[in-house]
């Protein structure tokens, strides 16, 4: 997959979306257009999402300097309600 980082800063600098067709519909894709603050929370053993997916957004946002906060943990619930 390569550095998430890298390819967050490439996609950044080419104005939003990659090549692939789920990169139009990726939240990834528009981080520097997030005006919101956002909270991600990611539970270390959820085995639907894998936890890579939470820090790649995350550092995605850190470049674009969107103002979030990751959450993770062993104990973090799969949903929140």
């Known amino acids: 997959m390569g550095n998430p980082g890298r390819r ?3 996609q950044l600098r080419l104005g939003g979306a990659g090549p692939h067709p789920h ?6 894709s528009f981080t520097s257009k997030i005006r919101t603050p956002v909270l991600i929370v990611h539970g270390e053993d959820d085995t639907n999402v894998p936890a890579s997916q939470a820090v790649y957004f995350h550092r ?3 470049w674009s300097g969107a103002e979030h906060e990751l959450a993770r943990g062993a104990d973090m619930p799969r949903s929140l309600s």
Do not use: N
């Not at 990169?23 to 990834?28: A, G, H, N, Y």
């Open 60 to 62: 995605a946002l850190s």
């Open 23 to 28: 990169d139009q519909v990726s939240p990834i």
């Open 8 to 10: 967050a800063q490439r």
